[in-house]
């Protein structure tokens, strides 16, 4: 009997952790989030639209010259008006930025899954190509589960350099290691596995990763750094988690990154 009831709890267990696994991967808030207060005066909302056909909002700040511009994918929890702060330090360098807001995020429709954020990222580089961005003044920046989208967009696409934030090896890595005893790898929809992906990345990388990060183990972000080509770059912060890195100069250090990669004497892509 016992031994019926642990497997009739183990069965259980994972038939759960398969139906509501998304609900445990994307975290969105779906208000739609006021970029008023922010004060930029060129910063507009823009809708994007999809191949599958959605609308999604995004706010968008042309570059100031030639100054590089962001396209930047954001973490998964929240929606775009937390990252405010970034938007900020970004126009105050010049930089034009093109913040995505996903489907299923900050009042946009759909749900989020992996193959439909990879739809969104390619819809928000048409919008930036449209838009006169060249790739050569285009630079990729994902925060947490945005850079297994910014990966994958720089794996198929020509851009200037790419600035990974709490970076993982894949969601498969992190969710074995939180759940050891079930088969995941045979579990999971949603693997983003940026391990398979960051090898036919063509641009210079730079890898942010604090040492106490508890949502996203450091080692992941680390094997993922050791298997990307140059040029790279790794910053580390070794008392910063996982949400604080900007705290500890993260921001800052991509900002001069930037500056260097993209502002400064062109590096060859194909080295």
């Known amino acids: 009997m016992l031994l019926g009831s642990v497997v009739a709890l183990y069965a259980l267990t994972a038939a ?23 004060g930029i005066a060129a910063l ?93 003044r285009l630079v990729l920046y994902g925060e947490s589960l945005g850079t297994g989208v910014a990966v994958r967009m720089a794996s198929e696409r020509p851009v200037r350099a790419l600035v990974l ?42 890898v942010l990763l604090g040492g106490r990060d508890r949502v996203v183990p450091p080692q992941f972000g680390r094997a993922l750094f050791d298997a990307a080509p140059e040029p790279k770059e790794l910053w580390l912060a070794q008392d910063g988690g996982h949400e604080d890195l900007r705290q500890f100069g993260g921001l800052d250090a991509a900002i001069s990154f930037i500056r260097r990669r993209v502002m400064g004497p062109r590096i060859d892509q194909a080295n």
């Open 16 to 38: 759960a952790l398969y139906v509501f696994q998304r609900k445990l991967i994307y975290r969105p808030d779906t208000r739609r989030p006021d970029m008023a207060q922010l």
């Open 44 to 136: 507009r909302a823009v809708e994007i639209e999809t191949s599958d056909g959605l609308r999604l909002l995004a706010w968008y700040l042309p570059p100031q010259a030639d100054r590089p511009t962001i396209a930047y994918f954001h973490g998964n929890g929240g929606n775009l008006g937390y990252r405010e702060g970034r938007m900020l330090a970004f126009a105050a360098a010049g930089f034009g930025a093109l913040f995505l807001e996903y489907r299923g995020y900050g009042g946009n429709p759909g749900s989020p899954t992996e193959q439909g954020l990879y739809l969104d990222g390619r819809a928000a580089l048409d919008f930036l190509g449209a838009h006169g961005v060249d790739p050569a």
């Open 165 to 206: 934030e709490a970076p993982f090896s894949s969601i498969t890595d992190i969710a074995q290691q939180r759940y050891p005893i079930f088969p995941v790898r045979r579990l999971l929809k949603d693997s983003f596995d940026s391990m398979a992906r960051i090898g036919a990345v063509r641009a210079p990388i730079l």
